[in-house]
T-cell receptor, first 116, second 113 residues
Framework: GAGVSQSPSNKVTEKGKDVELRCDPI?????LYWYRQSLGQGLEFLIY????????KSGLPSDRFSAERTGGSVSTLTIQRTQQEDSAVYLC??????????????FGPGTRLTVL | KQEVTQIPAALSVPEGENLVLNCSFT??????LQWFRQDPGKGLTSLLL?????REQTSGRLNASLDKSSGRSTLYIAASQPGDSATYLC????????????FGTGTLLAVQP
C-alpha cells in the first residue's frame, strides 16, 4: 500500500513569510509525528498526534510553529514568520494506534525547507 | 533525559567485509529501538525494530541486538555491498504517553567496491 507522503518536497521561502507543510499518513494509522532534521541539531521530535487526543507539542521550538490534524488523517505543519534557522528537512511519520512495543514508525520522504 | 549516541560517526570499508555499528542510550526504560537507513536527500527507511523484551532481530544480512541493562544496541551487517552505503540511524522510543523517537547522530557508511 501507499506509504507516508509529504508535500511539497522542496520549499524555498523568504525570511518572514509563512509556510505550510503537508503530511498524508498511512491509511489506518492513528498516530502521526513531525520531526525536524537540521545540520546542527540532528533529528529532533516536534509534535505528536494520537487519534482525537490533545497533541503533544513539547518539541515545538517556538510559538511560530503550529500543527493541526484534520479528521484524524492529514496533518499540516505551519511555520509563521520564518527565520533562517528554520531551514531544515521536516519529516513526518505515522504508526498504528496505541503504545505497543512493536509499533514501528514509518517515515515520509520529507520536505526540505530553505529560508533565504 | 534520554540521550542516544552512535559510534563511529563515519566508517569506510571494502566490499565484502562484515561490520558493526554501535548505538548507546542513557535511559534503559525504552519501549523499543529502531534502526533506520537514510540515503542522501531521502527520508528514513526502517530496517529493524527490537522490542524492549527482545534481544535481537534479523532481516537478511542485517542483525540488530539490544542490551537494555548496558544501554547498547548494535547493527551487524554481513558481507557488505556498495549499495549498503548510507547513513544509519538508531532511535530509542521513549515511554510515557508520547511515543516519540530519540535519534542518535548517525553513522555514515561507505562501502568501497
Amino acid at each position: 500500500g501507499a506509504g507516508v507522503s509529504q508535500s511539497p518536497s522542496n520549499k524555498v521561502t523568504e525570511k518572514g513569510k509563512d509556510v505550510e507543510l503537508r503530511c498524508d499518513p498511512i491509511s489506518g494509522h492513528t498516530a502521526l509525528y513531525w520531526y525536524r532534521q537540521s545540520l546542527g541539531q540532528g533529528l529532533e521530535f516536534l509534535i505528536y498526534f494520537q487519534g482525537n487526543s490533545a497533541p503533544d507539542k513539547s518539541g515545538l521550538p517556538s510559538d511560530r510553529f503550529s500543527a493541526e490534524r484534520t479528521g484524524g488523517s492529514v496533518s499540516t505543519l505551519t511555520i509563521q514568520r520564518t527565520q533562517q534557522e528554520d531551514s531544515a528537512v521536516y519529516l513526518c511519520a505515522s504508526s498504528p494506534a496505541g503504545v505497543r512495543a512493536d509499533n514501528e514508525q514509518f517515515f515520509g520522504p520529507g520536505t526540505r525547507l530553505t529560508v533565504l | 533525559k534520554q540521550e542516544v549516541t552512535q559510534i563511529p560517526a563515519a566508517l569506510s570499508v571494502p566490499e565484502g567485509e562484515n561490520l558493526v555499528l554501535n548505538c548507546s542510550f542513557t535511559d534503559s526504560a525504552i519501549y523499543n529501538l529502531q534502526w533506520f537507513r537514510q540515503d542522501p536527500g531521502k527520508g528514513l527507511t526502517s530496517l529493524l525494530l527490537i522490542q524492549s523484551s527482545q534481544r535481537e532481530q534479523t532481516s537478511g544480512r542485517l542483525n540488530a541486538s539490544l542490551d537494555k541493562s548496558s544501554g547498547r544496541s548494535t547493527l551487524y551487517i554481513a558481507a557488505s555491498q556498495p549499495g549498503d552505503s548510507a547513513t544509519y540511524l538508531c532511535a530509542a522510543r521513549t515511554g510515557g504517553a508520547t511515543n516519540k523517537l530519540i535519534f542518535g547522530t548517525g553513522t555514515l557508511l561507505a562501502v568501497q567496491p
